[in-house]
């Protein structure tokens, strides 16, 4: 049987048991062209949360009663498509379930003998991809110059962290908690580190970058936001990458008061949605693997062990900050 995580009604607010259901089904055949996995990894991710909201955005809501929608690491087991045989690992978007029938469309093979299964979900999937082009095209990052990156303990503030002492930067992270900060300062060689829960954000960028903010990676919105343009650079860009402080609200998003400081400093505020790039994922792929080679960039990724029912608890962890580096569910 293929057990499966189905939507069984939107959330308003945080995300609880009831908006799910764990359902059973035969596990198919695979037709001609089509080939059968098992899934490996399932990924967690922040932006779960709104495609749970039947509201327009950069992909359609997951419809009532659908499998959840997400990215997976799945091995092939049986196969009638000649470009997949048994023993292949695939990343797609898979969903959340046991067991997967493909014809292969936005599927692509992985070499887990170069790095394992999760890692394709994290630096070298999506989120390494988002740090990339959100720090590097969005950001139009130059040498040398001073970044702040909110949700710096994360999956995609680690990667943009990393790039950027990789291009020379003065790096300053923000996260939540001493054992984050002392993650970042410690071993991923970022310059300094705010904990947003026990310090004055905008004192803190105040002291840690006297000449202002060039790049700011913004994971998270609200309050920190509002910190950080506070301490813009002349020409200083936003990258709004995420606003994981507000996908719980159940009341429209406030947007941020100290949006003139864009005005006074000629900045910019600019979107990444990561799926615009997809040509170049090769690009970014073999920059950030060389990248990690050489040691210049750590994978930090949170493995959960466990089944598809696992999924709706681990998914709250992104949202309680328990997570260091990319959280993915390992299934047995
Ligand atoms: P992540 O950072 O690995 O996990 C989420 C983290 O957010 C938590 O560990 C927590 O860290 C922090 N957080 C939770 N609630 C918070 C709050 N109220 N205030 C401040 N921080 C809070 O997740 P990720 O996958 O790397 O995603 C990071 C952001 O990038 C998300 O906003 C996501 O939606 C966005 N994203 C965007 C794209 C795109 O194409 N635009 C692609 C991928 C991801 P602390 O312990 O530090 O609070």
Request: net charge negative; hydrophobic share 40%; charged share 20%.
């Amino acid at each position: 049987m293929n057990r499966q995580i189905r939507l069984a009604a939107r959330p308003v607010g945080e995300v609880k048991p009831e908006n799910w259901d764990i359902t059973s089904e035969p596990v198919g055949e695979p037709g001609p062209g089509h080939f059968l996995g098992r899934t490996r990894v399932v990924s967690l991710d922040p932006a779960m949360r709104g495609w749970l909201d039947d509201r327009p955005s950069y992909l359609p809501p997951v419809a009532l009663g659908e499998v959840m929608r997400a990215g997976s690491v799945i091995e092939v087991i049986a196969s009638n498509h000649p470009e997949y045989q048994p023993g292949d690992h695939v990343v797609g978007t898979f969903g959340v379930q046991e067991y997967v029938i493909s014809d292969g469309r936005g599927a692509m093979k992985i070499d887990t003998s170069l790095a394992p299964p999760s890692t394709y979900l994290g630096a070298l999937g999506m989120p390494g991809m988002t740090a990339y082009f959100g720090l590097l095209d969005v950001g139009a990052l130059r040498d040398g110059e001073t970044v702040v990156v909110s949700g710096a303990a994360g999956a995609v503030g680690t990667i943009v962290g990393q790039i950027a002492k990789v291009k020379g930067c003065r790096v300053i992270g923000i996260a939540g908690g001493p054992a984050k900060c002392a993650l970042l300062t410690d071993e991923l060689g970022f310059d300094a580190a705010i904990d947003y829960r026990a310090e004055d954000v905008r004192k803190a960028l105040r002291r840690h970058a006297p000449d202002g903010i060039d790049v700011y990676f913004d994971n998270v919105g609200g309050e920190i936001l509002d910190a950080a343009l506070t301490r813009l650079a002349m020409h200083a860009r936003v990258v709004v990458c995420g606003a994981i402080s507000q996908y719980n609200n159940a009341t429209p998003v406030k947007g941020p008061s100290n949006y003139l400081s864009l005005l006074v400093n000629r900045a910019r505020m600019e979107g990444i949605v990561v799926f615009d790039y997809a040509k170049r994922y090769p690009q970014a792929g073999q920059d950030i693997a060389a990248w990690i080679g050489t040691g210049q960039l750590k994978v930090k990724e949170h493995v959960v062990s466990g089944t598809v029912d696992d999924f709706p608890e681990t998914l709250q962890m992104l949202f309680r900050g328990e997570n260091v580096g990319k959280l993915v569910l390992e299934l047995a």
